[in-house]
């Protein structure tokens, strides 16, 4: 499986941007799909989740309302509309994907899959 993640950029605080993350080479019937960042310095974090079968959603608590994660027209691909972004939300942003739910949707280590990551820079 490849992801193939888009969108990133340089924006002003208050501004929005939608990153996009393509699967190839699997189905995604019943797996899930998310985003995680990694800021300088820091460990990386979980952002947004999407249970495939359903559509089922998740979130981290700073999204705050300003993410949303969807699936988009395209098959096997769901995008991250991030708007009203902060300087705090710079980070390089990975999509990640499993092949089946699971409660650990927030944890890193319980992807199977990665995408190469792209670069979010807000300014203040």
């Known amino acids: 499986v490849q992801l193939q993640a888009s969108g990133g950029g340089l924006v002003q605080a208050g501004d929005s941007l939608r990153l996009s993350c393509a699967a190839s080479?699997?189905?995604?019937?019943?797996?899930?799909m998310a985003w995680f960042r990694q800021a300088p310095g820091k460990e990386r974090e979980f952002v947004a989740a999407l249970r495939w079968s359903d559509g089922s959603t998740f979130y981290a608590d700073f999204v705050k309302g300003r993410f949303t994660i969807s699936r988009a027209d395209a098959k096997d691909t769901v995008n991250l509309q991030m708007d009203t972004l902060e300087p705090e939300d710079t980070a390089i942003y990975f999509c990640?994907?499993?092949?089946?739910?699971?409660?650990?949707?927030?944890?890193?280590?319980?992807?199977?899959?990665w995408g190469q990551g792209t670069q979010v820079t807000v300014s203040s």
């Open positions: 080479g699997r189905t995604f019937s019943s797996g899930t």
């Open positions: 990640a994907a499993r092949p089946s739910y699971s409660h650990s949707y927030y944890q890193a280590p319980s992807y199977s899959w």
